[in-house]
């Protein structure tokens, strides 16, 4: 199998995993895979995930929509979360580009993505080199923090035990956002690897989550019940991939 005369582009390598590919440029993907294989490993990656996830979230998607919540179905689609394609209109934001993971559901504009990871990004710089103040309220006052933002922010704010990716709570603090209060979450490792958790109101609903960088920094972004959030921390996508999903699920869970 020759390789295509025209490259492929990471956009179609998400296509081409999520089988939205159009037919005509799929052996062109294939014949492309066959001679990058660290194009094909990552492609093997990203379908490992969307098989986890779909495993994980089908179910409840496809549960019945309660009476008391009709009206809501009319405007909604299911929250069905899959792994999903790299946003390529995204790839000059932030200096270091942006992409793009998972998501059926309404797309976060652009302005917001920006905006919203902008601040949790610079808000994660400026604490996460902080030796003696780098939060607000300890990690070992937790039920004490949880509450406090909560009632400061006007929605539930909840700090996850992450424990399962070797992060222990610092602690938070509150901060200004874009349209209002933010609240804003740390966690570090024994090695002194730290991880951030920045969540502010969202105008939209429902949202893809989306991958940016700045220099050696990462974040993942994605909103939920018109709550943002970012995680921001290392940029080693993997790493940082299981960290935010690590936190998308146990606010998931804890939401409802």
Not at 226 to 246: C, I, K, N, P
Request: charged share 25%; aromatic share 8%; net charge negative.
């Amino acid at each position: 199998m020759t390789e295509p005369k025209i490259p492929v582009t990471e956009d179609e390598l998400h296509a081409y995993v999520d089988n939205e590919l159009p037919p005509e440029r799929r052996g062109d993907v294939e014949a492309w895979l066959a001679a990058h294989p660290d194009d094909a490993e990552r492609v093997q990656s990203w379908r490992a995930m969307a098989d986890a996830l779909h495993a994980r979230y089908d179910s409840v998607a496809d549960e019945p929509v309660p009476k008391r919540l009709e009206i809501e179905r009319l405007v909604r689609e299911p929250r069905r979360w899959i792994y999903g394609a790299i946003a390529a209109t995204l790839v000059a934001f932030i200096a270091g580009g942006a992409a793009g993971w998972l998501a059926h559901g309404v797309a976060a504009s652009p302005s917001a993505f920006q905006s919203l990871t902008s601040e949790a990004l610079v808000a994660h710089r400026l604490y996460v080199v902080e030796v003696r103040h780098p939060v607000e309220v300890p990690g070992n006052e937790r039920a004490h923090l949880q509450t406090w933002l909560s009632k400061r922010c006007g929605w539930v704010v909840f700090a996850p035990e992450l424990d399962a990716t070797g992060l222990k709570l610092v602690g938070g603090r509150l901060l200004p956002g874009p349209t209002g209060p933010a609240s804003f979450l740390m966690y570090e490792s024994a090695s002194g690897e730290r991880f951030t958790v920045y969540s502010a109101k969202a105008a939209s609903e429902t949202t893809q989550m989306r991958y940016a960088t700045q220099d050696k920094d990462g974040a993942l972004f994605w909103a939920d019940r018109g709550v943002a959030f970012v995680v921001s921390g290392s940029s080693d996508r993997d790493r940082l991939t299981q960290v935010a999903r690590l936190v998308y699920d146990a606010t998931e869970k804890h939401g409802g």
